[in-house]
DNA sequence: AATAAGGAAATTGTCGACAATATAGTCGTA
DNA sequence: TACGACTATATTGTCGACAATTTCCTTATT
């Protein structure tokens, strides 16, 4: 349990773990379309292995919500909807609520004070590349919290559903909105609460940060929406 | 996605479908102990298949948390603490309160009506065996809720992990508790917000609901392992 | 020409065997 | 006797082949 997202390529031992993770950045990526279907055959000599592992890997996506599986019908890279976009981030106001409540609760000052590192951190990379923030450095915060928060249930999956899941619509849907500076405060204002032990502050800020979040995205997909219409 | 936990066992196709709802059951159950290795040999030579589907199965179980593997090692059958518990019950808590929330914005009145007459039911039933009641009642209503939700991640959720995880505590923690009148005029006034599509009523009183549950339960896991001291 | 039935091809599901790794046991030495 | 290295055994991971099912195409009939 409580597995670690692996950024950079971690030592992963089988080759089911492996191909696993190369198809999760193969469909956030877009390089494995979404809707698409999955040919075994294919996909197994594309990578040079064998359908057994394949299998394993497809499995563990599919757990994940990367893919759909029929049986003796086979697999699809899922669809992305606004609605299940809309349905994601209804499940983070709600879990990354808790975590900010639980690790306002448990985070030793070192954490908070590591926690407050990466703010500093994240502030100087805002200047130069507002993109980079928007990614990965937003990601690296929520996750933060999240391990804070000391659930483990709560952290796996976060790090093994979610994850994923964020990462897939950040990358297709990929809008760069003016909400930057906006979300920095608002990660400030939830380390504030965090560092108080202010339990419920922080819950209540957190699940408000991911709601501001939605309702935005929800914006910039109604306009989008309406100039391809 | 959106799979229905299958109480009667319902039409499943493929071998690996079957052996992981009867290794579902059996891990509840006890039958396979908490904490003990999976061979995959003896597992598979004793349900009589190929250790092909078997390995798929596992890969499953752990997606449910009901095992955990390691390369190269094998599989273990989960142990259960009162601290997972606790967990398991603080994110019910933070995931079926949203769940009320979006039922009590999304039910239309049939379904609100169908709630009603489970209650009826279970009015009866409680009078008859309120073990029945405490077990798959319980478990029957607020699947229901979860349902309502409309919120396909998190009828997944709730039926493919918490689902089998709930039955796993209850099964082997198994205590009968005098809470189950109580916690039936918690449902009823949880159906009675759903009703007045009040959300914030509705979450606020599943959430508290889980919450009573999850303090009956530590207090008599303190007073149980009192007694064994 | 459109539809249905039948068969051919391809894909998924399952199996048994082999390779790689970990575990258990044995022997030797301090 | 206790500890460590080595060997043997058992278990997991991977592979290729076969069986079962679906899908696609061809053909015949109305």
């Known amino acids: 349990m409580s597995e670690i997202p692996q950024n950079e390529p971690n030592v992963v031992s089988t080759i089911a773990d492996k191909i696993c993770n190369k198809l999760q950045n193969a469909i ?9 279907k999955i040919s ?3 996909l197994a000599s594309e990578y040079g292995i064998s359908r057994g592992p394949l299998r394993e890997a497809l499995s563990r996506l599919e757990a994940c919500y990367l893919i759909e599986r029929k049986p003796n ?7 992305l909807t606004r609605e299940h976009l809309v349905e994601i981030y209804l499940i983070r106001e709600s879990l990354e609520g808790l975590a900010a409540r639980l690790a306002a609760e448990n985070m030793s000052d070192k954490d908070v004070n590591e926690l407050d590192a990466l703010l500093e951190e994240h502030k100087h990379q805002i200047v130069q590349d507002q993109s980079y923030y928007q990614k990965e450095g937003d990601m690296d915060f929520h996750f933060r919290i999240v391990k804070g928060s000391n659930n483990s249930y709560l952290i796996d999956m976060f790090s093994n559903d979610l994850y994923h899941l964020i990462r897939l619509y950040r990358y297709q849907f990929g809008m760069v909105s003016k909400r930057v500076p906006r979300a920095f405060v608002e990660h400030g204002q939830i380390v504030d609460a965090i560092r108080q032990h202010d339990g419920e502050l922080a ?9 501001n979040s939605r309702k935005n995205v929800e914006k910039m997909l109604d306009e989008h929406l309406a100039i391809s219409d």
């Open 28 to 36: 956030v990526e877009g390089i494995i379309p979404a809707g698409s």
């Open 40 to 42: 075994e055959p294919a």
């Open 73 to 79: 019908v086979g697999a699809r890279v899922v669809t």
């Open 203 to 211: 819950q209540f800020l957190m699940s408000r940060h991911i709601s």
